[in-house]
């Protein structure tokens, strides 16, 4: 509560609706440090740009450095390449910017004992010096002088020392702040105790900046001085990892009261454009993964090992050049000789890999056999969004029990409780049945479905919606419902039916005709899976739970009613049948499909199958 007193008693009270009070104006300036540049690869020069490009974001005042420029350790020749390289790089700062000699920029190395000093001054100033803006004074110091010589190579000379004091005095800035490049604070056996007794006499100087190590340091305040060693904005990057060791550019704001500063990964400073609108709805399409294609899928059978090769193809749909990876992610005991695969693709470009397989013998176990995609994304900004889609690989447990042990069991669900089937793209016309048997409609129930804006499904109830309905998605109108007339004596076992055809859906109880709908568009599909007890959300996972038992679930490539039937209580496979799950008995933890195409059931939750006379 007193924190907030005095920050009322600070800015005034609040502004309230109508009466807007405007903050109180503030005297500032900005500027921006580069850490070290050298030490590491040439593609650094890349790493710098992209630093100069958040720092003109930022719109400083001004750019300083901390020193190693260039790669240097070389001759003449090879340092002037060098020197324009990063100079080249530098044109693109918008504003001044301010160099530090640091040990790269002036060490010769064995082909030039004498070092590039002169070449230093000559390309791009004195060795140390300082000016005024506003009401602050910069110095840049000289951490270099005897290029790493005898025994006091790391102390400062007293000539410079009396420069800085003399520099001190002449200055009538009422900030001081200080650059050099080795940050002689943290090394033992140097004359920095002398320097700093001389900035912390002066009373002014906020800070003091370094770099050279390549790993970040606040050192903390000494005598009123406050002491930092920059990383690396495109230098050799250390064994220590983010935040310690990174590629950033530090950002200060100087009030006439002292600064604040924060500390900007590389990357992290982005422009307005970083996306466009048209790109964020390009990525959400990118995410539904219409640019992956499986082709086949894996097979699996008891009591041996199985190979299978699994087709997959990425797309570029974009206009510009794309990078993108394929990861195989195989369930436990699965075995593949490759898992990773990458490329680039021209626009519109497609490409074809194959991931060679072996399954273990089947034993029961869902096997979540998986194709992981990203493609890299780049924007007009010139950044790059990753887009990442998994795609469920099929597989096909072939060689189950086929034969019916018993013909009166049925499919007991709790609330929690459903059996997922992967199904294939289905044609145009079908009838998806079953029998059920639950409590009076109430709340959200699913049957047996695959809808979220899309796809069809037979319902027991939703809300506002209180009787049993088949539901098909369409292209133009949404969905289209059938429902039932009137309820029945909801304990007792109903033939649900479900059957689309090109001109008209209906729905059918206990072989009635109970709802006829017209259609004029074609289907809305997807791929997501059928649900026994459940329907899919937007991650495929089951969601409206029916609480009864359900039984004989079929799904066919025909509209098998036309007129009134008499529903046969029990069904047998034909040519048109796509899915046939009798709920008779159950192989370790799979349903079996009796169409003869193993579109097997696996279990959520806990289903059980139990016996009853009928």
Partial sequence: MRRVLLLLLAFGPPATAGDPTPPPERDSFTFVIFGDRTGGSPDGLQVLAAAIDAANRLDPDFVMTVGDLVQGYTTREPWLRQMKEFKEVMRRLERPWYPVAGNHDVYGGRGNRAGNEALFQEHFGPLFYSFDYKWGHFIALYSDEKLGKGPNAQHMSSEQMAWLKADLAKTQATQVYAFLHHPRWIYRGTNWPDVHKILAADGRVKAVFGGHIHVYRDDGVRDGVHYYTLAVTGGRAT?????????????????????????????????????LGREVDQLYALRQGVWLELDGGARCRPEQTTRSSIGVTVTNPAKTPVAYELRLLPPRGWTAPSLFVGGQLQPDEKK??????????????????????????????GLVHPVHHIRRVPVRITGLPAGRAAKNGVLTLGSKDAVRVDLPPVAETFTLECWARGKAPRDSQALVSKTENSGFGLWWCYRGRPMPYGVVGFEKGGYHNAAARKPWEWEQWTHLALTCEPQRIRFWVDGRLQAEQARDSPRQRNSRPLYIGADPDRRNRPSHFFSGAIDEVRLSSVARYDAPFRPARHFERDEQTLLLL??????????????????????HGKPKLTHEKR
């Fill in 239 to 275: 064994p220590l990892k983010t935040p310690a060791a990174l590629h950033h550019l530090n950002h200060l704001k100087v009030t006439r009261s002292g600064y604040s500063l924060s500390v900007h990964p590389v990357g992290a400073v982005l422009g307005a454009n970083m996306v």
């Fill in 352 to 381: 074809a890999h194959a991931f060679e397989v072996t399954a273990p013998p089947f034993q029961g176990a869902w096997p979540n056999l998986q194709v992981q995609a990203t493609l890299h994304h780049k924007l007009a900004s």
């Fill in 582 to 603: 009798h709920f008779d008995e159950r192989f370790a933890d799979v349903f079996p499909d009796d169409s003869g195409r193993d579109r097997h059931g696996w279990p």
